[in-house]
């Protein structure tokens, strides 16, 4: 046999060396679209726990205006004359001079 190379073999490429540059070619582009896609994940969960986070306080802030509903108009009640003596009453306060009494030993209803 002849060691003389193939005029052929000066002139191909080998398909081996063009199966490993498509393969790195693709590998590449796989790494490019992970790559772009990480950059949305952490977008995307931020978004998720923003309107997780927004319904929470969308609830607290109800609850906190109805507390507030609430404050004000005890407010008003307390604020007139005739309230704040019945406020008074219900903690059992008396006036000056008053007997207060306390009756033990009566049925729940």
Known sequence: MSS???PYSA???RPQIAINKARLGRLALVVLLLLMASSYVRPAI???DARATAGAQHERLTQLQ???RQLK???ARLSSERGA???AR???LVHTGERAYVV???PKD
């Open 4 to 6: 003389a190379p193939s």
């Open 11 to 13: 002139t191909r490429p």
């Open 46 to 48: 931020d978004w998720v």
């Open 66 to 68: 109805a507390a507030e």
């Open 73 to 75: 108009a005890d407010h």
């Open 85 to 87: 003596l019945v406020a």
């Open 90 to 92: 219900q903690l059992g």
């Open 104 to 106: 033990r030993g009566l």
